[in-house]
């Protein structure tokens, strides 16, 4: 089974400052993606950014961009120029390429907090 | 477009009391699941659909059941409620690629 790891329970950044959330993941499957969900205070699960795993150049949504390292197993967020609005936890998540029941699997989450 | 709805946004329940939590949306996604989160577990999945007729278990079914009439909904029943069942619940469909959350339940069982 596919597992994914976020080690680092907390972390902390400097408004303006750029921080990097680190994620792994474990599978013998070729064709998956993978995914950033951030989850503010209110609760909603959004959409950060993906990854296809066929794709080699690294998926980047305006702040937010990731370091996609295949081999080692290896998706991090960077978040630049960080804001107060980024302060929430955040979930890297695996999911499988093949098949109509292929499910979504999350690592434990990291909290952000972003000091003014 | 609303997306994925879910009623109620809270609940609370006393042990061995059943409920319907309800999920719904509009998007005509095949592909529905529920997941629960709990404190550093992240979000596990307790149930899914890939369409209307077809249900199958997820990581953590027990005490949870599902059906799916419809393409749009996806309840999740609760037979009778325990103390570990307090959690958060978030219903989810699926296009192409991206899942999408409706907002959550915040239930508290007594």
């Known amino acids: 089974a596919q597992t994914v790891t976020q080690s680092q329970p907390e972390m902390s950044v400097q408004e303006a400052e750029t921080v990097t959330l680190s994620c792994t993941y474990d599978?013998?499957?070729?064709?998956?993606?993978l995914f950033w969900y951030k989850q503010p205070p209110s609760r909603q699960m959004i959409l950060v950014i993906r990854?296809?795993?066929?794709?080699?150049q690294n998926a980047t949504e305006n702040r937010f961009s990731v370091n996609f390292q295949k081999a080692a197993k290896s998706f991090s967020l960077k978040i630049s120029d960080s804001q107060l609005g980024d302060a929430a936890m955040y979930f890297c998540?695996?999911?499988?390429?093949?098949?109509?029941?292929?499910?979504?699997?999350f690592g434990k989450g990291i909290t952000l907090s972003v000091r003014p | 477009n609303a997306g994925v709805t879910q009623t109620p946004k809270f609940q609370v329940l006393k042990t061995g009391q059943s409920m319907t939590l309800q999920c719904a949306q509009d998007?005509?996604?095949?592909?529905m699941s529920w997941y629960r989160q709990d404190p550093g577990m992240g979000l596990r999945l307790i149930h899914y659909s890939v369409g209307a007729g077809i249900t199958d278990q997820g990581e953590v079914p027990n005490g949870y059941n599902v059906s799916r009439s419809t393409t749009e909904d996806f309840p999740l029943r609760l037979l009778s409620a325990a103390p570990s069942q307090t959690s958060v619940y978030f219903c989810a469909s699926r296009g192409l690629d991206t899942q999408y959350f409706g907002p959550g339940t915040r239930l508290t069982v007594l």
């Open positions: 990854q296809e795993a066929y794709k080699q």
């Open positions: 998540a695996y999911r499988s390429g093949g098949g109509a029941n292929s499910k979504l699997t």
């Open positions: 599978t013998s499957e070729s064709d998956y993606y």
């Open positions: 998007m005509n996604h095949e592909y």
